[in-house]
Nanobody, 124 residues
Framework: EVNLVESGGGSVQAGSSLRLSCTAS????????LGWYRQAPGNECDMVAI???????YYGASVEGRVTISRDNAKRTVYLEMNNLKPEDTAVYSC??????????????????WGQGTQVTVSS
């Protein structure tokens, strides 16, 4: 059974940092792209960051320079380090795995493996 479990979300003040984690099981983790997507109420789903199986990284325009994605294959975990958080970063953040992952969230929603999501709330 495939499982992706996110953790690390919470409520923080603008300018703060958070580190999200997503631990996976049930598939060949090393061979998959891993990514983070987010969706706020009333907004479309957006790609936040993707890391390929060989470590290449891709970032959404709205977060580039403020977030870092990384993976630890031994721990079967992907991380999202977020700095200088803004109120507009408030959303449910979900991790996903596929080979490869699409930068278009609406497309990717129909494919691959997804976690349940973790809420990030940033207050001003």
């Amino acid at each position: 059974e495939v499982n992706l479990v996110e953790s690390g979300g919470g409520s923080v003040q603008a300018g703060s940092s958070l580190r999200l984690s997503c631990t996976a099981s049930g598939f060949n983790f090393d061979d998959y792209y891993l990514g983070w997507y987010r969706q706020a109420p009333g907004n479309e789903c957006d790609m936040v960051a993707i890391i390929s199986d060989d470590g290449k990284t891709y970032y959404g325009a709205s977060v580039e320079g403020r977030v870092t994605i990384s993976r630890d294959n031994a721990k079967r975990t992907v991380y999202l380090e977020m700095n200088n958080l803004k109120p507009e970063d408030t959303a449910v953040y979900s991790c996903a795995a596929d080979d490869p992952l699409s930068g278009t969230c609406q497309y990717q929603r129909g494919f691959g493996y997804w976690g349940q999501g973790t809420q990030v709330t940033v207050s001003s």
